[in-house]
């Protein structure tokens, strides 16, 4: 199949899936989302035979690729400073970032703890976000830029960010938004699924030990949990702050870390102007999810 040719399958892919329902899909633990596949556009690609280390040698390539790409810089900052601004600095505890990789999240946060499953040099430290190593209530925000949907057991992972965040202590995703030109961009132009249509897992089956944690990836598993609400009912203890879909067309023309970059930064500023256009169609055409969760008791 030639390249044309495969991105129009895709598009009509894309353009039936404006149509899908989505329902809750959720499995029971120790299932995994592959023993199941329905089949359709989310199961076009799958991770499974991917070892965990592939996080690590995205880390490094993005690392990498960060210091030739200054305009996909400049999006982050702006990234960044959506998240700096859902900071509550009245609020007593640490700043922790889970999954940093490369790290960046200090130019805009510089008190942000930076951690990752790998202990490269310049992170503050290790953790797994299935097992955190900070004391119960120590955490006043918990941030997780890409992280989530890495994440195969969101229930469990959110057990554990419950334990280690202070009352009233904020939980703050940035990721991929599942909308209509979401999906197409991420479905063609990234190598993770988008997964709307697998099973998701919420919690880890029983003898499951953070060490087990392997590599996984679903794009869409924040739209689907948190915009979509296929997890409000699971979601006791904590209360729904926000959820802001973003609108990037900026974003989308970077390239990210691996794609092509379209046009210099002109274009970029004429995408802005795109952005401010098209907000009030997140559902066609947001890049980036924000949700902001709260541990609304002790
Ligand atoms: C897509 S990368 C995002 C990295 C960084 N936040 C960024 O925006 O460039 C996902 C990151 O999550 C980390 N990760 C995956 N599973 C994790 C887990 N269970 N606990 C902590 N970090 C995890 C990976 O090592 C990787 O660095």
Not at 115 to 127: A, S, Y
Not at 250 to 277: K, Q
């Amino acid at each position: 199949m030639t390249g044309c040719a495969l991105i129009d399958v895709r598009l009509i892919h894309a353009l039936h899936l404006t149509n899908d329902v989505l329902r809750p899909a959720w499995i029971e633990p120790g299932r995994r989302s592959s023993d199941t596949k329905p089949g359709g556009i989310g199961s076009m690609k799958t991770t499974e035979a991917l070892p965990l280390e592939q996080h690590n040698i995205e880390i490094q390539r993005n690392r990498q690729a960060w210091q030739h790409k200054p305009l996909l810089q400049d999006i982050y900052r702006d990234f960044y400073r959506t998240i700096a601004a859902r900071i509550d600095p009245s609020q007593p505890g640490l700043i922790v970032e889970l999954g940093s990789g490369m790290g960046a999240i200090k130019e805009i946060i510089p008190q942000c703890i930076t951690t990752d499953l790998f202990p490269n040099p310049w992170l503050d430290r290790q953790e797994n976000a299935y097992r955190l190593s900070f004391a119960d209530g120590s955490v006043s925000h918990l941030i997780l830029f890409d992280v989530w949907h890495h994440l195969r057991y969101p229930g469990t992972a959110l057990q554990e960010f419950r334990r280690v965040l202070a009352p009233h202590g904020r939980l703050i995703l940035f990721e991929p938004a599942a909308s209509w030109s979401g999906r197409f961009i991420y479905q063609t132009f990234h190598h993770e699924p988008v997964g709307l249509r697998d099973e998701l897992t919420w919690e880890a089956p029983a003898g499951f030990s953070a060490k087990d944690a392997d590599y996984y990836a679903a794009q869409g598993s924040a739209t689907r949990l948190f915009w979509w609400g296929e997890a409000r009912p699971r979601l006791a203890g904590w209360r729904i702050d926000e959820v802001q879909p973003i609108a990037s067309f900026a974003y989308f023309a970077s390239g990210g870390f691996s794609g092509p970059r379209l046009g210099g930064r002109f274009l970029h500023g004429l995408m802005r102007g795109l952005d401010w256009l098209t907000a009030p169609f997140p559902r066609a055409f947001a890049a980036r999810l924000l949700v902001v969760l709260e541990k609304n008791s002790p």
